[in-house]
């Protein structure tokens, strides 16, 4: 089972940037697909991004797009989501997720799919 920690997230102004960074131990990384899900207050949890086994392909959610870029290193194990152009509605606890081994064929959205998940890391925009 694969093991997640996130960090890098903070408070910062609207129109600023942060890169959350994910770090797994305890599984074959490379075999995984990856996601960054987030969960406003009061709301459910979201599908932000995610990112194939080998990093050839990336999925984000219509809101983030343009803005928001996945990228994942293999021979470090960590997965990351920049985040430039931030705004108030991105406010959220973002979490790591890694999908099943047979799941990681296909992107997907679905929070289904991921059986692994992280602690969360807080990002709060201000306007």
């Known amino acids: 089972q694969v093991q997640l920690v996130e960090s890098g997230g903070g408070l910062v102004q609207a129109g600023g940037s942060l890169k959350l960074s994910c770090a797994a131990s305890g599984g074959t990384f490379s075999t995984n697909a990856m996601a960054w899900f987030r969960q406003g207050s009061g709301k459910d949890r979201e599908f932000v991004a995610a990112?194939?086994?080998?990093?050839?392909?990336?999925y984000y959610v219509d809101s983030v797009k343009g803005r928001f870029t996945i990228s994942r290193d293999n021979a470090k194990n960590t997965v990351d989501l920049q985040m430039n152009g931030l705004k108030p509605e991105d406010t959220a606890v973002y979490y790591c997720?890694?999908?099943?081994?047979?799941?990681?064929?296909?992107?997907?959205?679905?929070?289904?799919?991921?059986?692994?998940w992280g602690q969360g890391t807080q990002v709060t925009v201000s306007s």
């Open positions: 990112i194939s086994r080998d990093g050839g392909q990336t």
């Open positions: 997720a890694a999908a099943t081994a047979y799941y990681s064929v296909v992107l997907s959205s679905a929070a289904g799919r991921y059986n692994a």
